[in-house]
């Protein structure tokens, strides 16, 4: 079956403007999550989704960082304002049910490069 | 403050050798820890896992082995394989929640 998807693989953006990350997660899953990999680093928690709310939204760096999640199946995160230390690489992961045990399963990435 | 450490950037192993890759945490609150394997343009992998209540989970060629004491876990993989060449990411979350906590990842190399 069709894994995590994202949309765009890759985005170049000026300093100062918006953009839109787009996760498709499998079908079915309840949990959704999106991480930050920045150079050199591991995913680091973003924000967490239980159907359509943000049950934990904790690791948003500042407010400049939304994610939306509608409908519970498709999500979007959205940054305003970017900043060059926005740029790495955007991963969205889906599970079954929220327990740690349902295993996450990400999907190919969003690199998102500020100039 | 990194509470998961993956203290080896890189590794390289021959090929039917066994590879080790090590893990360190901090937080004794952690009681799931993850291995992901991670190619070049791709998403990470799940590859293992091991809840706190044990010391060992086996799958194949791959071992996870948990040290409560030290605070530390390793994976093992016999025998290493040219295709296992990757990055893998140890993980761990609290309360067997959902947030995962990464360390920077290993680079394994495995030569012909």
């Known amino acids: 079956g069709a894994g995590v998807s994202q949309t765009p693989s890759n985005k170049v953006t000026e300093k100062g403007k918006y953009v839109e990350l787009r996760c498709d997660p499998i079908?079915?899953?309840?949990?959704l999550y999106w991480y930050r990999q920045s150079l050199g680093q591991g995913p680091e928690f973003l924000i967490y989704?239980?159907?359509?709310?943000?049950?934990?939204d904790s690791g948003l760096p500042n407010d400049r960082f939304f994610a939306v999640r509608p409908e519970g199946s498709v999500s979007t995160l959205k940054i305003q304002r970017t900043e060059r230390g926005d740029s790495a690489v955007y991963l969205c992961?889906?599970?079954?049910?929220?327990?740690?045990?349902?295993?996450?399963?990400f999907g190919p990435g969003t690199r998102l490069t500020v100039l | 403050d990194q509470q998961v450490k993956q203290n080896s950037p890189s590794l390289s192993v021959q090929e039917g050798r066994i590879s080790i890759l090590n893990c360190d945490y901090t937080?004794?609150?952690?009681?799931?820890f993850l291995w992901y394997k991670k190619y070049p343009a791709e998403g990470p992998t799940f590859l293992i896992s091991?809840?706190?209540?044990?010391d060992k989970n086996e799958d194949g060629r791959f071992t996870v082995f948990l040290n409560k004491s030290a605070k530390h876990l390793s994976l093992h993989i016999v025998p290493s394989q040219p295709g296992d060449s990757a990055v893998y990411f140890c993980?761990?979350?609290?309360?067997?929640?959902?947030?995962?906590?990464f360390g920077k990842g290993t680079s394994l190399l495995v030569t012909p």
């Open positions: 992961a889906s599970s079954l049910t929220r327990r740690s045990y349902n295993e996450q399963f």
């Open positions: 079908s079915g899953h309840t949990a």
């Open positions: 989704f239980q159907g359509t709310g943000a049950a934990d």
């Open positions: 937080n004794s609150m952690f009681d799931y």
């Open positions: 091991i809840s706190s209540i044990k």
């Open positions: 993980a761990a979350s609290a309360n067997s929640g959902y947030a995962l906590n």
